[in-house]
């Protein structure tokens, strides 16, 4: 059963914060060392102080983190709603030039309740969370989840109670993005949404990491204290939930940039890719991205970049990732990041899956070319979307997807709301 409740938000003081634009910051996690810096400097109140603070030598990042919260809160830079709250989200975003709305809320999720989760997550970023997490005893930001929403509770929430009200946010982030929240706090609203989510699975688009962090959390206190029975904030997790099937969520690609061993020769790497792949090459940027879009609707279709030229990759068999990898259910084989995974990056270009100094990781392909062009020793690899079938029925199964394979589009931004444990 899937349970979740209001809570009392921590947020910005908007009788002292004028623009809110300046305070707010993206999840942590899509965050660069240039970016961090840009926040840092942008408002000595940006959130980006408590979510992400500089390393220092001689300092401990999170007991400064947890300070400037204490601060922030003692100066009323951030104060609490009076009244628990569930807070309505309207995210409006264009993505190549059409507009897009997503609806959801954001609530307390019950770290019990039915919960899947479909990327394996990694030590580093795990402890790092803890850390904070047990200093600033917050949730700082939303995870991302979404629901079937067999009920229609996220449109009947916005026609019976959000449509003809004045949110109290509304932001343009510099992306152009519209965000707007709205409190939902009268008892019969939300003894509606607790009732209508009882029995929706929930599945984590993103903040797997933040989410068993937040179990490892709850687990310590528990050891600690003995059995703890009641209702605490700890058995809880902030989240941001929308509809699984809705037009406005928009799943990208994280593409790949890896790092080689030496020179490549492209005629003799294309003799090897041949033998699993059909290898094309297409001129124009543009239509290459169109055809490797509209190609992986109905097949497995990979792109290459390297020495200004461009090759799509069709797969000619996929059971050649039987053998490979047998031990895996056929959903995980027919992923586009598996076909990429286990055959051009570890069988043919030799390179360790784990090897961060060999991979990196973007959603932005343009950024990847641009690496490519400036070093001689790198090569862009390029992936269509999973599809959100692909991710619940992974997850349902219990199996995950490899990390850094779905990119949730546009993120939450952090500072909106907090959930500070009472």
């Not at 009323?76 to 709305?101: C, T, W």
């Not at 949110?167 to 992306?175: A, L, R, S, V």
């Not at 047998?326 to 390179?351: A, F, H, M, Q, T």
């Not at 400036?374 to 999973?386: G, R, S, V």
């Amino acid at each position: 059963m899937t349970r979740i409740k209001p809570f009392r938000a921590i947020v910005y003081n908007q009788e002292k914060i004028k623009d809110l634009t300046r305070v707010v910051c993206p999840p942590y996690d899509i965050i660069s060392p240039l970016s961090q810096q840009y926040y840092h400097n942008l408002n000595p109140y940006n959130f980006i102080h408590i979510l992400l603070g500089k390393d220092i030598t001689g300092e401990n990042k999170y007991r400064r983190a947890a300070n400037y919260f204490k601060d922030c809160l003692k100066n009323r830079i951030l104060i609490h709603d009076e009244k628990p709250a569930v807070y309505f989200y309207s995210h409006q975003y264009n993505l190549r030039g059409e507009k897009r709305i997503r609806l959801g809320f954001i609530g307390l999720l019950y770290l019990d309740s039915d919960i899947f989760g479909h990327e394996r997550t990694r030590l580093e970023p795990k402890e790092d969370r803890l850390k904070l997490l047990k200093n600033v005893k917050a949730n700082l930001s939303p995870i991302f989840v979404l629901f079937p929403d067999s009920k229609r509770i996220i449109q009947r929430l916005y026609q019976q109670d959000i449509e003809h009200r004045k949110p109290f946010i509304d932001i343009i982030d510099n992306e152009n993005a519209v965000h707007k929240l709205w409190r939902l706090d009268s008892p019969d609203t939300l003894n509606r949404i607790q009732a209508g989510m009882q029995k929706e699975n929930i599945f984590i688009a993103d903040g797997h990491h933040r989410y068993e962090v937040a179990c490892a959390y709850r687990n310590q206190i528990k050891r600690k204290s003995g059995a703890i029975k009641g209702d605490g904030d700890f058995n809880y997790i902030m989240a941001y939930f929308t509809n699984v099937a809705s037009r406005g969520l928009t799943v990208l690609p994280i593409h790949r940039l890896a790092k080689l061993d030496s020179k490549l020769d492209m005629e003799d790497f294309k003799v090897v890719l041949s033998e699993y792949f059909d290898v094309r090459e297409v001129k124009d940027k543009t239509q290459f991205f169109f055809l490797m879009e509209k190609g992986g609707q109905t097949e497995h279709v990979l792109g290459m970049y390297k020495n200004k030229r461009y090759w799509l990759l069709r797969l000619k068999n996929i059971k050649i990732l039987d053998k490979m990898i047998s031990d895996r259910p056929p959903e995980y084989k027919s992923l586009d990041i598996s076909i990429l995974n286990y055959i051009v990056l570890k069988k043919i270009l030799g390179i360790n899956l784990e090897d961060k100094e060999r991979l990196v990781f973007s959603p932005n392909p343009d950024e990847l070319i641009e690496s490519v062009d400036n070093n001689q020793l790198y090569i862009a690899l390029f992936l269509n979307p999973a599809k959100i079938q692909q991710i619940t029925s992974l997850a349902l199964n219990n199996e995950k997807m490899p990390a850094k394979t779905t990119y949730f589009y546009p993120k939450v931004l952090s500072g909106l709301v907090i959930n500070k444990f009472e």
